[in-house]
C-alpha cells in the first residue's frame, strides 16, 4: 500500500537527448531557459528590458537552452513540448558567423553566446 501511494505521487521526470551522449534523464542537465532573440546593436530601454525579463513561456513547443551539467558539458538547444515533457529534438547550433547572424534567434541572458 505505502508503494502504490508513493507511485501515485511521484514525480515524472523525462529523458533528454544530449547531441553529444545521447539520451540521459533530464537531472543530468541545467535549463538555461527559453531560447530568446537579443536586441539590435543600439536598443531602446523597453527593447532591453523586454530581452531581460520577458518570456513567451508558451503552452506548446518550445526552443529551450539546456547545459550537460554531469555530462559532457555542451550547451545545446531542445524543442520540447512544455506541455508533455516530449524532446521532438536537439541540437548545438553553430557558433555566430558561420552561417547565421549576430542577431540570431539562439542567445539566451547568463547562457553561451553561438
Known sequence: ????????????????????????????????????????????????????????NVAGVQREWWYHRTGCGVWFVAERDTRTNEVLRTEIPPPVGAGRAASSDATVPGGPTV
Open 1 to 56: 500500500m505505502v508503494q502504490d501511494a508513493i507511485a501515485e505521487n511521484a514525480i515524472m521526470s523525462f529523458l533528454l537527448a544530449c547531441p553529444s551522449c545521447g539520451p540521459r534523464d533530464v537531472n543530468e542537465f541545467r535549463f538555461q531557459g527559453e531560447v530568446t532573440r537579443r536586441p539590435g546593436p543600439e536598443p531602446s530601454l523597453r527593447d532591453l528590458s523586454d530581452y531581460v525579463y520577458f518570456r513567451d
